[in-house]
């Protein structure tokens, strides 16, 4: 009996390490091929890799299955040591790299983060009223020292142990700019635009978390809510220390 359930559980390792392998045998290919393209002379960066051929690339890596495996982040880590891969990279597309590569830590169990609604109303903390901040929600917690940090995993449990009813949850976070948060909060929300004064108190109350970790990710969501549907996205603003997260989550579409 013990020598079979050995056999069952060793075979058991091997297809798990078979699944993990499979994926990195395609991803990273892939990866590869769209930082050949990145490269050429008539691509959107030219012969220089911009953040948006980078994103392009790297998030090929969480698109197919959620998460960055050992393999997958290994061979970010390999790129972000190579002086001859990194020739040609501009600063904010290797920024991308490295804010994925340290957010996909490849952790299995999430960080014991607190994420609880704060006292004020949004449009108290934005200092402005209007359809971003009729459409947000806002909640934040610490991890308690030498608990753990904010990495992919504890930000994508602990943002759906509390996402929006109907919502089907975050699949992942991926990194952000000041310029792309901007974009973001400056989109629609249920039909209507969202007012300067809202955006600009907006960005200033997330920035008091990022600014001097520049550790700044987004994540969309959609779901089903009574008989319409609903999606949406939001931003997680990290501290220096990797402990506070400070999430501003906004409805978009509702029907």
Same mark, same amino acid.
């Given at each position: 009996?013990? $020598?079979?359930?050995?056999?069952?559980?060793?075979?058991?390792?091997?297809? $798990?390490?078979?699944?993990?392998?499979?994926?990195?045998?395609?991803?990273?290919?892939?990866?590869?091929?769209?930082?050949?393209?990145?490269?050429?002379?008539?691509?959107?960066?030219?012969?220089?890799?911009?953040?948006?051929?980078?994103?392009?690339?790297?998030?090929?890596?969480?698109?197919?299955?959620?998460?960055?495996?050992?393999?997958?982040?290994?061979?970010?880590?390999?790129?972000?040591?190579?002086?001859?891969?990194?020739?040609?990279?501009?600063?904010?597309?290797?920024? !991308?790299?490295?804010?994925?590569?340290?957010?996909?830590?490849?952790?299995?169990?999430?960080?014991?983060?607190?994420?609880?609604?704060?006292?004020?109303?949004?449009?108290?903390?934005?200092?402005?009223?209007?359809?971003?901040?009729?459409?947000?929600?806002?909640?934040?917690?610490?991890?308690?020292?030498?608990?753990?940090?904010?990495?992919?995993?504890?930000?994508?449990?602990?943002?759906?142990?509390?996402?929006?009813?109907?919502?089907?949850?975050?699949?992942?976070?991926?990194?952000?700019?000041?310029?792309?948060?901007?974009?973001?909060?400056?989109?629609?929300?249920?039909?209507?635009?969202?007012?300067?004064?809202?955006?600009?108190?907006?960005?200033?109350?997330? !920035?008091?978390? !990022?600014?001097?970790?520049?550790?700044?990710?987004?994540?969309?969501?959609?779901?089903?809510?009574?008989?319409?549907?609903?999606?949406?996205?939001?931003?997680?603003?990290?501290?220096?220390?990797?402990?506070?997260?400070?999430?501003?989550?906004?409805?978009?579409?509702?029907?």
């Amino acid at each position: 009996m013990k $020598t079979s359930l050995k056999t069952l559980l060793s075979g058991l390792v091997l297809l $798990t390490s078979a699944s993990a392998l499979a994926s990195s045998t395609t991803t990273i290919p892939a990866f590869d091929a769209k930082i050949a393209a990145a490269r050429g002379a008539t691509s959107p960066g030219g012969t220089t890799i911009v953040r948006t051929e980078m994103q392009g690339a790297v998030d090929l890596f969480l698109e197919d299955d959620g998460q960055v495996d050992a393999a997958e982040r290994a061979y970010m880590g390999t790129q972000l040591g190579s002086t001859t891969f990194l020739t040609g990279v501009n600063g904010s597309a290797k920024k !991308y790299l490295s804010d994925t590569y340290e957010l996909n830590d490849t952790a299995t169990t999430a960080a014991p983060l607190g994420s609880f609604p704060v006292a004020q109303t949004p449009a108290e903390l934005y200092g402005a009223s209007g359809p971003l901040a009729f459409s947000s929600i806002i909640r934040e917690g610490y991890i308690p020292n030498g608990q753990g940090v904010a990495n992919q995993v504890t930000l994508v449990e602990t943002y759906n142990a509390n996402a929006r009813p109907g919502s089907y949850g975050v699949s992942y976070f991926t990194p952000i700019t000041t310029q792309e948060l901007i974009a973001q909060l400056s989109a629609q929300y249920i039909g209507l635009n969202a007012t300067v004064d809202e955006v600009e108190g907006a960005l200033a109350y997330i !920035y008091q978390i !990022y600014r001097n970790s520049n550790r700044l990710y987004v994540g969309s969501w959609s779901g089903s809510y009574h008989s319409g549907y609903i999606q949406g996205f939001t931003i997680a603003a990290v501290s220096s220390d990797r402990r506070f997260v400070r999430f501003v989550d906004v409805i978009t579409y509702s029907e």
